[in-house]
Structures are given as C-alpha cells and as structure tokens.
C-alpha cells in the first residue's frame, strides 16, 4: 500500500501521560499536515511541513503538543501531559506540491481516547 | 461564523434519486475547493476537486459560484453506497494549502 499510514490506529491512555502518534506520507509528497477532528465536526488544521521545516501552528496546538519531520519523511506528532479534552481522531495528511489545486490524501488516523 | 459553513442533514434519499446540497464559505481569498467523502469513524477520501467551470465525475456533478461564495454537490442515481458525510473543504496557496472544513453533510440512501 503507496498511501498515507498511521500508527497506531487507536490509542487508549490515563490522563497525565504522554502520547507519540506517527505518520508515513506517500513517498515524494513535500508536504504533510496534521489534522485533528472531534465527534460530528470536520477536521481542524493542526501544523504542516515542507520536508523537514515546520511552516505553521495552529492555535489549537498548546505547548503540550510538538511536532517534528526529521529529515522531511516521517513525521511525529506528540501529546504531553494529555487531558480528556485531547480525545479525538488525528489525521495526517500528504501533499505532493504547493501550488494552487494540490491535493491531500489522508491516513486512516490514530483514535485517542484519554480516560 | 464559521468559515465553511454545511447543512448537516440528514437527507434521506431513496436509492436512485437525486440529492444536492450546498456549502458557503465566507473567504472570498479561498483557491481551491473540494468535496471529500467520510464514512463513520473512517477518514476523509477525496470526491473530486471543484473548478470555477463546474465539473463532473461520473453520477457526480460540483459547481462553484465564485461571486456567491458557494460550492454545490449533486449526487444523481443515488447508491446506497453514497450514504456517508460529504465535507466541503477549501484552501489557499497563501495559507500554506491548510485545507478547512466545513462540519459535513449527513447522506443517507435508503432502499
């Protein structure tokens, strides 16, 4: 399978921990983005890269969360200290270019819930 | 005010019908749209991207009107297998590509 993947799919964890999510783009895309998406709402932009260079935060990402790309492939998106409020499905994202029209494919995403 | 805004249905369609919904968005920068599809607890898969002249892919047809601030999905001959969300996304280059969501749009299909 050539598409985006994510490990784990799901995640169960106690509240006050630590989390690490992973994300393989489709081999080339330059760009990868980080989604989060809640019970009956759309996905909300999280950050995104172009290879390895952290281009833009969102606000919805607080100093618990980081992100890293090393070396422009993988990229790493971790929780700390993780509250109730971090449940959700985290997505990822590829994107080939970054022009006008490029397309994003999504990964299946990783399932948090935290108890 | 949301920027993508979405009737979350449900429409109920009998199969083989045909469904159409909207979606508004209220940045008139936004340069490229598109209609993804998710089903329950699944991702977003691309339906199509949407261009200025309006296209179509097979039973479904999306029209953008630019000076309305309006995206439009027609489903014709409905399936039962188009029962899913239909997300209205839009993006600009100036933004770095960050696709934004509306909240969905509930299609049920039924025999």
């Known amino acids: 399978d050539t598409g985006v993947s994510q490990d784990p799919r799901h995640k169960i964890t106690k509240r006050g921990q630590n989390v690490t999510f992973r994300c393989d783009p489709i081999s080339e895309h330059n760009r990868l983005y980080w989604y989060r998406q809640t019970l009956g709402q759309g996905p909300e932009f999280l950050t995104y890269?172009?290879?390895?260079?952290?281009?833009?935060k969102s606000r919805l990402l607080s100093d618990r969360f980081s992100a890293e790309r090393p070396k422009g492939s993988f990229s790493t998106l971790e929780i700390q200290r993780t509250e109730q409020g971090d449940s959700a499905m985290y997505l990822c994202a590829s994107s080939l270019g970054t022009g006008v029209n490029y397309e994003q494919y999504f990964g299946p995403g990783t399932r948090l819930t935290v108890t | 005010r949301k920027e993508v805004e979405q009737d979350p249905g449900p429409f109920n369609v009998p199969e083989g019908a045909t469904v159409a919904f909207n979606c508004t968005y209220s940045?008139?920068?936004?340069?490229?749209f598109f209609w993804y599809r998710q089903d329950c607890r699944k991702e977003p898969k691309l339906l199509m991207s949407v261009y200025s002249s309006g296209n179509e892919d097979g039973r479904f047809t999306a029209q953008l009107n630019r000076a309305s601030q309006y995206i439009s999905l027609l489903i014709r001959d409905s399936k039962l297998s188009d029962s899913a969300t239909y997300l209205c996304?839009?993006?600009?280059?100036?933004?770095?590509?960050?696709?934004?969501f509306g909240g969905g749009t509930r299609v049920l299909v039924k025999p």
């Open positions: 940045n008139s920068a936004s340069q490229s």
């Open positions: 996304v839009v993006s600009r280059e100036a933004a770095g590509n960050k696709l934004t």
């Open positions: 890269f172009q290879n390895e260079a952290q281009l833009e």
